[in-house]
């Protein structure tokens, strides 16, 4: 969808870099997400926020973290990057209703 | 813990006919239920959703089926088209933080 974009959209990182994925949104949505895709594993949940000073561990939020710069930025930063965060990460975002909005993906590989 | 299956990983099916893609959820308090679709290279797609308080949900060629007693919903495909061919994922709003929990997906593959 093209109002949920996502930054950069391939990455080749190496084990103890800091990374930083952003997304950003043009559908005016309160609510944004972050999930960790992987083979097998389906989507999970990483991190999420209802507004820009309300921020919410997910499912597996252990060696990420999040910045809502504003209702329409939300980033993901992996402090020291490791090989098995090697993954699709997706960016989602939701207005009123129960729908989610997903980005295009980052495919990050840490070397 | 709650959980969101699929019967099959895979499925494949000709050009022309109709498909099926069936899904078990386990929180029998979950009261909303999506369809997404992936192709490769893409973000899951919104495709039909429905809310528990509905058994079935009709879109442009797709239906959605929810079996609530036996916690099992489906998605049909009508007249399958090879641009289908995708992952397709359930997702239950069922998560301990309001969240989706989705399940691991099926890939269709159409047929010419």
């Known amino acids: 969808d093209a109002d949920v974009t996502q930054t950069p959209r391939n990455r080749i990182t190496k084990t103890g870099k800091r990374i930083m994925l952003e997304c950003s949104q043009t559908k005016g949505h309160d609510r944004m997400y972050w999930y960790r895709q992987d083979p097998g594993l389906g989507l999970r949940l990483i991190y999420y926020s209802f507004d820009v000073k309300d921020i919410n561990k997910g499912e597996i939020s252990d060696g990420y973290s999040v910045s809502r710069q504003a209702q329409a930025k939300f980033s993901l930063s992996l402090e020291s990057a490791i090989p098995n965060q090697t993954a699709l990460y997706f960016c989602?975002?939701?207005?009123?209703?129960?729908?989610?909005?997903f980005g295009p993906g980052t495919r990050l590989t840490v070397l | 813990g709650e959980s969101v299956g699929l019967h099959l990983p895979t499925l494949s099916v000709q050009e022309g006919d109709n498909s099926i893609i069936n899904c078990a959820y386990s929180?029998?308090?979950?009261?909303?239920f999506i369809w997404y679709k992936q192709e490769s290279g893409k973000g899951p797609q919104f495709i039909i959703d429905?809310?528990?308080?509905?058994d079935k949900r009709q879109g442009q060629r797709v239906t959605v089926l929810l079996n609530k007693t036996v916690k099992h919903l489906s998605l049909q495909i009508a007249a399958t088209q090879p641009g289908d061919s995708a992952v397709y994922f359930c997702a239950d709003l069922g998560g301990s933080q309001g969240n989706l929990i989705f399940g691991k997906g099926t890939k269709l593959s159409v047929k010419p």
């Open positions: 989602a975002t939701r207005g009123e209703t129960d729908t989610q909005y």
């Open positions: 429905i809310r528990s308080n509905m």
């Open positions: 929180n029998s308090a979950s009261d909303y």
